[in-house]
């Protein structure tokens, strides 16, 4: 059994039951995230949220070691699927080569109205 290790970013702004992220081996889970700005609010456009949504992840890989080219899957829960290319044109910027798997999922409401939601599984290349 591998042993785990739980990842948190320092500046957590709510004190949440789940960490930010957790590696099992070589694998790293990482938890829904949300892209508020550095004040704690959601920006009206939801390119803006996509970017600090990924900025976001990338700081929980960059925490453990990793990039956003060791993302092997992601998911991506959006309650208007009308913002599937929106999305897109933000998430294409954050890879160099080739992309994980991913499916972006229609949803229902998501917590504090946000209009994304990304969670996302990483293995060290």
Known sequence: MAPREYINLPDRRMSLPFSNAVRAGETLYLSGRIGFN????????????????????????????MTMD???????????????ERFNKVYVTYFK????????????????????EVQAIAVKR
């Open 70 to 84: 060791d993302l092997v899957s992601v998911q991506i829960y959006c309650p208007d699927l009308r913002l599937f």
């Open 97 to 116: 080569g080739e992309f994980p798997a991913r499916a972006f999922l229609g949803s229902g409401p998501l917590l504090f109205g946000a209009k994304f």
């Open 38 to 65: 550095p004040d704690g609010k959601l920006p009206a456009e939801p390119e803006q949220e996509a970017r600090n949504v990924l900025d976001q992840i990338q700081a929980v890989l960059k925490t453990a070691g």
